[in-house]
């Protein structure tokens, strides 16, 4: 007698991690690369129920990428560095300088980064003018 999908998904659920990661190499033709039991499960799972039903049709892939594209750039910076280390072209990877430093460095905190960052300016000018023997 054939299992329904239901069974199938319930007995991953009771499997062990020995056990969902002999599976992963049964389905997937390859160790796992996690020994997480629920990664494991859903990884399984989703795979299982993706022959069963038929994959996702072209028209969702095309719109999950749609939303993919719009997605903030902090939610894809790695991806961007696995495209850099990849060897992509500079103009197929985006870049985001920040100013890490002067963050970290100063006492207040993100928030008032911005108040370092004047307050570093007039330390400069003034150590400038003290150097070239300006009154201040």
Known sequence: ??????????????????????EHVKLFGQPAVSAH????????????QAEAHGWLPEAAV???????????LRARVLANTAKRRAGLPEDQVRRRRSNRRTM??????IA???????????????????HEGVPV
Do not use: H, Y
């Open 1 to 22: 007698m054939k299992k329904t999908l239901r069974d199938r998904i319930d007995e991953l659920a009771a499997m062990n991690v020995k056990a969902l990661q002999a």
């Open 37 to 48: 039991r629920q990664f494991l499960f859903r990884k399984i799972a989703w795979q299982v």
């Open 62 to 72: 095309e719109i999950a990428r749609g939303i993919a594209r719009d997605t903030p």
């Open 104 to 109: 970290r460095a100063s006492p207040w905190g």
């Open 112 to 130: 008032n980064c911005a108040k370092q960052r004047q307050a570093d300016r007039r330390k400069s000018i003034l150590s400038f003018l003290l």
